[in-house]
């Protein structure tokens, strides 16, 4: 009897069998139930989390001027509409080129049938190395010369004409953790100066303590249509934004997200964004007919983290490369701070 009841025992040890009462069972059973309840942060049973608000933090845009050649137009067209979120709001020319006629905030660009309606709140602004209005570019104005510390080193010493820079010094919203905008940039450079010097660019750059400890750095680049012929920078490592080792550029007629006009018989064919009435649309080749043409990158949308509260300044900036002739310009859109950590990306939307 004694091993029979030693035997016993063993099998209910190995078996994870409780000597308990029954009373200890149910406050057992008791105990998860508490546990899972718990468990749901809003305690409504329906085991969902709570996890606080999502998407972008919306502001009141019903008031603001968003049309117009003022500086306080340009705020409301790209949709900054919260004066406490401004500091200061400035645009200028780095090389003191004439800036008068290159900004303006429209309620489009081109034909009014075309692909580039506004994302956001019915208005727009507009940047460029040359005139800009809602109607079609037509002409080309130069200016000072300067050079591109940003240039890939075999360019390094190409002069850069017509910089252009807007400058938003900014706080954050404290339930901020990243900010996101949409743009379009066009460039008559597409598609005869691909991988060459005119390079025509749009830099956005961030000053910001949580992006590089606050250095100067450039925040929207993609993949090069030819990375081994030409590349802007290649990643280093611990840089923001992109793969170690990896070869990208910014944006302008080298980035991949371009919509191809004719080079290398536009491979991976794609329906190209109507830019109808832009002044910037395709033709074969601009160099035998002499027209004034061009291409586009389609809509793009940058997204970068940032922390709560945090004062950062944003420059976006725009210049022609290697010549003062042939232009370019950009649609800038729906800046929006997001409640949400944001993924440092840029990339096309419809």
Same mark, same amino acid.
């Given at each position: 009897m004694t091993c029979m009841r030693f035997s016993l025992i063993l099998l209910f040890v190995l078996s994870g069998a409780s000597f308990g009462s029954c009373d200890d069972d149910v406050r057992d059973r008791d105990l998860e139930s508490d546990a899972d309840a718990d468990s749901d942060s809003d305690g409504d049973s329906d085991s969902d989390t709570d996890t606080g608000p999502s998407g972008p933090i919306e502001q009141d845009c019903s008031d603001c001027p968003a049309v117009g050649i003022t500086m306080d137009n340009m705020l409301c067209a790209i949709d900054i509409c919260s004066t406490d979120l401004v500091v200061s709001n400035?645009?200028?020319?780095?090389? +003191?080129?004439?800036?008068d006629g290159t900004y303006e905030a429209v309620a489009h660009f081109g034909d009014g049938s075309n692909d580039l309606a506004p994302k956001l709140n019915g208005s727009y602004a507009l940047m460029a190395t040359g005139p800009a209005t809602g109607t079609e570019h037509n002409e080309d104005v130069g200016g000072n010369s300067g050079t591109d510390p940003y240039a890939n080193d075999e360019y390094a010493d190409t002069l850069t004409y017509n910089e252009m820079?807007? +400058?938003l010094d900014l706080i954050a919203p404290e339930q901020a953790h990243g900010f996101s905008f949409k743009y379009v940039f066009f460039s008559e450079e597409y598609d005869d100066f691909i991988s060459t010097q005119f390079n025509d660019k749009f830099y956005v750059f961030i000053e910001a303590a949580s992006t590089n400890g606050g250095e100067k750095s450039?925040?929207?680049?993609?993949?090069?249509r030819e990375p081994d012929v030409y590349h802007d920078f290649v990643c280093a490592a611990g840089q923001t934004g992109c793969n170690e080792g990896e070869k990208y550029c910014y944006i302008a007629i080298n980035s991949a997200l371009s919509d191809c006009c004719w080079f290398n018989d536009c491979p991976d064919p794609q329906t190209p964004t109507d830019i109808t009435g832009t002044g910037y649309e395709c033709a074969m080749d601009q160099l035998s007919d002499g027209a004034a043409t061009g291409s586009s990158t389609g809509w793009l949308m940058t997204s970068w983290p940032i922390n709560p509260g945090e004062t950062l300044t944003l420059t976006f900036h725009i210049h022609d490369t290697g010549d003062g002739v042939l232009d370019s310009e950009v649609i800038l859109d729906s800046f929006q701070f997001l409640y949400d950590f944001t993924v440092p990306e840029t990339s096309p939307i419809e």
């Open positions: 400035t645009y200028a020319s780095p090389t +003191t080129s004439p800036v820079e807007w +400058t450039i925040l929207n680049f993609t993949d090069c």
